[in-house]
């Protein structure tokens, strides 16, 4: 089994680190997806595994073989790495058509022609291409594009493919539709995939296991069963999910890891606290905004509120409630009235964590 290792890899520009003490095992044929925000270093985590960057302290390695070791001097160039990638910009040679802007890998590493033949029309019958091989790609869509992109990046069966947010140019029903072709060819590959996106569903649809950044850190690495339905931290889940977040004091009273808090107005509701034990004073509550029932439910807090606006979103409405001077959203089948209402919410779907 050769494993992907990042141990303690941080990437400063002048005071800033972009990437900040990133510890990550990656295991062969996994599918891993760096998730989140714009700024938190997946794109600069990525370069450092393709080695297009160098990181400033740390050390990467893929098995016992050591691409970066920045305590020894140890840098392989991306061409001694040999990884497929696909970059945001994932410039492709104008001047070059379909099929040899895919043959470029395979001729780089000197493969005869009549074998280079063969992989070129598999890997344009695997991205759907093979009928435009003669085309430039001035003559393709921004989404077909991308799949020749991707077609030159599996060419050569490397190793390791590295994807940066590759079907950002796709329209929304396109987009769920490249999400299953690409999981589907990356399962019949068998090739281990670091992709990258700031799309949560597409993280969920498509990862073994996801590591959630924020602020050049990793905040929770888990399946996505793990990082949606238990996340460890604040921000995991309003990230993924929409968690509505919410200032709260810490009450005496726990039980197990079930809690006391208290909102600003006084109002007391049972929670349970997932991530480390909770110190007393501010805490933040997190709940989904499909977890909060406008109806009496056995074994919730009641929580009086103020109904407010709501907006029609298709296939269910979200309205907003006011309590406490917070501001909650809630998905409702039919709205309520405005004005002064309840809310109910079970202690299991009440997550504290401590406020850092
Ligand atoms: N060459 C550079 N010089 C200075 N700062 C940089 C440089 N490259 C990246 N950064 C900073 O490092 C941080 C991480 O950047 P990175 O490109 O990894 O973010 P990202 O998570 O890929 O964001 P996005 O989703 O917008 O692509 C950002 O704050 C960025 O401004
Ligand atoms: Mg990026």
Not at 102 to 120: C, G, N, Y
């Amino acid at each position: 089994m050769t494993e992907l290792s990042l141990s303690q890899v941080t990437r400063r520009y002048g005071d800033v680190a972009a990437i900040d003490n990133i510890n990550l095992g990656v295991a062969e044929g996994e599918f891993l997806t760096l998730l989140g925000p714009s700024g938190c270093g997946k794109s600069t985590t990525l370069a450092a595994i393709a080695g297009l960057d160098r990181p400033t302290t740390g050390r990467i390695a893929l098995g016992d073989r050591e691409l970066f070791n920045a305590d020894e001097a140890i840098f392989l160039p991306p061409e001694a790495r040999g990884f497929g990638v696909v970059f945001q910009s994932y410039a492709l040679w104008p001047h070059l058509t379909v099929h040899n802007n895919v043959a470029m890998p395979l001729k780089l590493r000197r493969m005869p022609a009549d074998q280079r033949k063969k992989r070129i029309a598999e890997a344009l019958e695997l991205v759907g291409l093979s009928a435009f091989a003669s085309r430039y790609p001035g003559e393709l869509s921004g989404g077909q594009q991308q799949r020749v992109a991707l077609a030159r990046a599996i060419v050569f069966r490397p190793p390791i493919l590295l994807l940066d947010e590759p079907l950002s140019n796709l329209d929304a029903q396109l987009r769920q539709q490249a999400r299953v072709w690409l999981k589907d060819i990356q399962r019949e590959l068998g090739i281990t995939t670091i992709y990258v996106t700031h799309d949560q569903d597409e993280a969920l649809a498509m990862s073994d296991r996801i590591v959630v950044m924020r602020g050049g850190k990793i905040v929770q690495l888990g399946t996505p069963e793990q990082v949606y339905g238990a996340p460890l931290h604040p921000f995991s889940a309003s990230f993924i999910g929409n968690a509505n977040l919410v200032e709260v004091e810490g009450e005496q009273g726990v039980q197990g890891d079930g809690c006391i808090v208290k909102l600003a107005d006084g109002q007391i509701l049972r929670g349970h606290a997932p991530g480390d034990r909770l110190s007393s004073g501010q805490q933040l509550l997190s709940i989904r905004p499909h977890k909060i029932s406008s109806a009496p439910l056995a074994g919730a807090s009641e929580i009086k509120v103020e109904f407010g606006t709501e907006s029609y979103l298709g296939d269910h409405f979200e309205q907003q409630v006011t309590v406490a001077g917070s501001t909650l959203r809630l998905t409702l089948e039919t709205p309520v009235a405005h004005g002064p209402g309840s809310i109910w919410i079970k202690p299991e779907d009440a997550a504290v964590f401590s406020n850092e």
